[in-house]
């Protein structure tokens, strides 16, 4: 059972484009949703992460939105690059355990 | 750079085997987590460990078992392997415990069975 549902599966995007990633929950009891962006061979990195309290945090070009009462929350990339490319994860905690989201591949075109 | 090492980077092991991975977490940090990556999947939580206990496990069999040292650096141990745990082992390392935010990542070990 998929307890965060991530989509599109993979997004092709020209440069300066804003590709958007939407992520879907269920559970109430997860209180952090962190987004992860991992190049091949690579673990994932920390890119930005928010609390369910807010409604949006943004942190350079990279900007989530958290809808509470829907049980989703997205990730916008402004102006995108090509060396924005990779796999995106989106993630939420629960106690002391993360669940994942399935990956969104993103290739940025120059 | 995370700060979290992980060893080694690749191992190709027999099915049956054992094998041993290791982590070194980020300074100042005392809880290690470890997933297991399949290809085009995400991270699945294995188990954690927190001041050297096991604090929480996901859904994997006893054949994967853990240890964290008074460093707080981790081994993940897998006996009887089989191919489908053929993936990428990730180790995160975060700080204080139970209800800890912040998970740093190594750049895993790729197992591979045949």
């Known amino acids: 059972q998929q307890q965060v549902k991530q989509s599109p599966q993979s997004l092709i995007v020209q440069k300066g484009g804003i590709p958007i990633i939407n992520c879907a929950y269920e559970n109430t009891a997860f209180d952090y949703f962190p987004w992860y962006q991992q190049f091949p061979g690579k673990g994932p990195a920390l890119l930005i992460a928010?609390?369910?309290?807010?409604s949006e945090k943004k942190e350079g070009r990279f900007t989530i939105s958290f809808n509470k009462s829907a049980k989703q929350f997205s990730l916008h990339i402004m102006d995108s690059q090509p060396g924005d490319s990779a796999t995106y994860f989106c993630a939420a905690r629960t106690g002391n355990q993360f669940y994942f989201g399935t990956g969104t591949s993103l290739t940025v075109i120059p | 750079e995370t700060g979290v090492t992980q060893s080694p980077t690749h191992l190709i092991k027999t099915r049956g085997q054992q094998v041993t991975l290791r982590c070194s977490s980020q300074s100042g940090h005392n809880t290690v987590s470890w997933y297991q990556q399949a290809l085009g999947q995400g991270p699945q939580f294995i188990f954690q460990y927190y001041r050297e206990e096991e604090n929480g496990r996901g859904n994997f069999p006893p054949r994967f078992s853990g240890l964290q040292f008074p460093n707080y650096s981790s081994e993940l141990n897998v006996n009887a392997l089989e191919l489908d745990d053929s993936a990428l082992y990730l180790c995160?390392?975060?700080?204080?415990?139970?209800?800890?935010?912040?998970?740093?990542f190594g750049q895993g070990t790729r197992l591979t069975v045949v």
């Open positions: 995160a390392s975060s700080g204080g415990g139970t209800g800890n935010t912040e998970a740093f």
């Open positions: 928010i609390r369910p309290d807010v």
